[in-house]
């Protein structure tokens, strides 16, 4: 199985709001170029599911991704910047035999990359938009491996 792991794309600076920051021109970009590469590396005539935060800036990062892959997104509230990537592991481990696509931020999704594939948390940068393609026969803590990387300015 293989799971994407997608930090969303640029958005707005300095709203007092952080989960209602919306993505900026350049976000709306990134999010299509990323979603153009999940396209091309999902398994053809899988499964997949495309989870994403609740924070509009992931939302809006999911729903390029959405029109692209012809997939619907699903609300996953625990997907939250803070967010303990142990909890999230722990729900996502049942998923055997689907493709998954996660969209959040920062720090989670850092941490989650290094839970799965080193099976310990630890501070991963990751760039805006940057997208990691995970696999292994399930999802959980240092079962996974890092089989692609898809970063904003490969496109640029």
């Not at 079962?143 to 970063?151: E, G, I, R």
């Amino acid at each position: 199985m293989k799971l994407f792991l997608v930090r969303h794309a640029q958005a707005v600076t300095g709203s007092p709001d952080d989960p209602t920051r919306s993505l900026t021109d350049m976000g709306f970009a990134q999010a299509e170029k990323v979603a153009n590469w999940l396209s091309e590396e999902l398994p053809e005539g899988q499964p997949v599911r495309l989870l994403s935060s609740s924070y509009l800036r992931a939302w809006q990062t999911a729903e390029a991704i959405s029109k692209s892959i012809g997939q619907e997104i699903e609300l996953m509230t625990s997907l939250q910047p803070d967010a303990d990537p142990k909890t999230i592991i722990e729900t996502l481990t049942p998923q055997i035999g689907v493709n998954l696509v996660l969209v959040t931020h920062l720090p989670l999704v850092g941490r989650l990359a290094s839970l799965l594939i080193d099976g310990q948390v630890c501070e991963q940068p990751w760039s805006l938009a940057e997208a990691w393609e995970l696999e292994g026969d399930i999802v959980a803590a240092g079962c996974m491996q890092n089989s692609a990387v898809w970063y904003p300015v490969l496109d640029e």
